[in-house]
Structure formats: structure tokens, C-alpha cells
């Protein structure tokens, strides 16, 4: 009877254990019956914002540094009415308060000590040709004694968000259709979506192919492309 009893146990083990086996192999081929594919879709877009960052200094002995504020505060008077005889509006502008930077300029006699003062306008706008105009072309200011330059043109769009969602659409197309060539070739169809992700948005110049995995914005230029990618994972049948 008790060899009976163990050999009734040790079977309804072995079952037990094939049964579990079995379950996890269906598993196992369950999950790897799928295909990864990753879509992407671009839009050319223009640019509606443009920002424009230029700056203003003097050069003066340490010892004039008031001569110095004073001078400052003339040209920065010269450069708002540039702004506003060209049409924009200077409480839109913001202005950083003056930096000061004392470089030692070594000579063949003593260390003369100069200071530079220096100061930041920045803007925004929706008229793009206009301010890229006169980021170019500020001759007048020049000719007044401004040491006045452009530091940076920067280019954005303003509706990125809204795009980005509709890219989505498109891309989770174009991954679906890239699955769909894939396991006809191998003699299986696609199955329902099992997961996706969405991948950093690309903000490029035209034709350029320089992505990052941290995402990229090109704000050089007016035309610009967006791209969006999406890895989707569908299962086969």
C-alpha cells in the first residue's frame, strides 16, 4: 500500500510538473511571437516666432567706471529709439542690467587696467522678416559711436505640441505598414498592437539627418522639419 500511495504521488507530480513546463513553454513562444518596428513621420514647417538677442559695451580706464554708466545709459537711449523708429514696442524688450568685466592688459611699461561694461536686449516677435532685417542691418547705430551687435537669431514654432500629435498618427501608420511588409515575408499577418512608445521629438533643418537621442531643436533657420518616431510592438498570427 505504501509503495502504491508514493508512486500515485510521485505521478501526480510528474503530471503536475509537465503541466507547468508546458504552460510556461506557451508562454515563452507567446512572447517571442511578435515584431518590433519602429515608424517615423516629418512635416516641413515655418517658423512664426523669432527671438533676437543683441548686446551693447564700452571699454573705459577702471578709474572712469561713472564716465563709463554714463556712456551706457546714452547708447542704450540711442538703441531704444532705433527699436521704436523701426516699428517695435520697447516695453516688450527685456534688458539685462550691466556687467562688468576688468581684463588686465599687459604692456611693455605697467598691467594698465581697463573695464567693459556690457548689456543684453532681447526680443520676441511674429515678424519674422522684419526683426531679421534689422538684426543684419543696424549701420545707423554704428555710425552713432553703439558698439552694438547681434549675438544670437534664434527661429521657433509656436504650434509644435499640436503638431506632435497628429506626427504620432502618421508614425504609428507608417510602423504598422512597415510590420505588415515584414511578416508577409515570413508567411504570418500582424496582429493587434501589444505595446508603443514614442520616441524624442527631432526639430531639423531642411534635409538634415542630424538626430539626437536627447531630441534636437534647430533654431537657425525659418524652414525647419519635424520628425516623430514610435516603436510599436504587435503581435503575430
Known amino acids: 500500500m505504501k509503495n502504491t500511495l508514493w508512486a500515485i504521488i510521485i505521478g501526480l507530480c510528474f503530471i503536475a510538473g509537465t503541466l507547468i513546463v508546458s ?7 507567446a512572447m517571442d511571437n511578435t515584431l518590433s518596428v519602429v515608424g517615423s513621420a516629418r512635416m516641413r514647417v515655418t517658423s512664426d516666432i523669432v527671438r533676437w538677442t ?3 559695451s564700452t571699454t573705459i580706464p577702471e578709474e572712469n567706471l561713472k564716465d563709463g554708466y554714463r556712456r551706457m545709459s546714452n547708447d542704450l537711449n540711442l538703441i531704444l ?20 568685466e576688468r581684463p588686465w592688459i599687459y604692456s611693455n611699461q605697467q598691467d594698465l587696467k581697463e573695464t567693459i561694461l556690457r548689456q543684453t536686449v532681447e526680443m520676441q516677435s511674429e515678424d519674422l522678416e522684419k526683426i531679421t532685417t534689422l538684426a543684419k542691418n543696424f549701420q545707423e547705430l554704428l ?3 553703439v558698439n552694438f551687435s547681434t549675438q544670437s537669431l534664434e527661429y521657433y514654432y509656436s504650434k509644435l505640441p499640436d503638431l506632435r500629435v497628429s506626427l504620432l498618427t502618421e508614425a504609428m501608420n507608417d510602423a ?14 500582424v496582429g493587434s498592437l501589444k505595446s508603443a512608445s514614442m520616441g524624442v521629438v527631432q526639430v531639423l533643418a531642411p534635409n538634415s ?7 534636437s531643436y534647430d533654431t537657425a533657420t525659418i524652414e525647419k522639419e519635424v520628425m516623430v518616431t514610435v516603436r510599436a510592438v504587435f503581435l503575430l498570427k
Do not use: C, H, M
Not at 529709439?81 to 562688468?100: A, Q, R
Open 23 to 29: 504552460e510556461t513553454f506557451y508562454r515563452v513562444k
Open 176 to 189: 504598422k505598414a512597415r510590420a505588415e511588409k515584414i511578416a508577409q515575408s515570413s508567411g504570418k499577418k
Open 81 to 100: 529709439e532705433f527699436y521704436k523708429k523701426n516699428g517695435i514696442d520697447t516695453k516688450t524688450l527685456v534688458i539685462s542690467p550691466v556687467s562688468v
Open 209 to 215: 539627418t542630424e538626430v539626437s537621442d536627447y531630441g
Open 54 to 56: 543683441a548686446a551693447f
Open 143 to 145: 555710425d552713432e559711436g
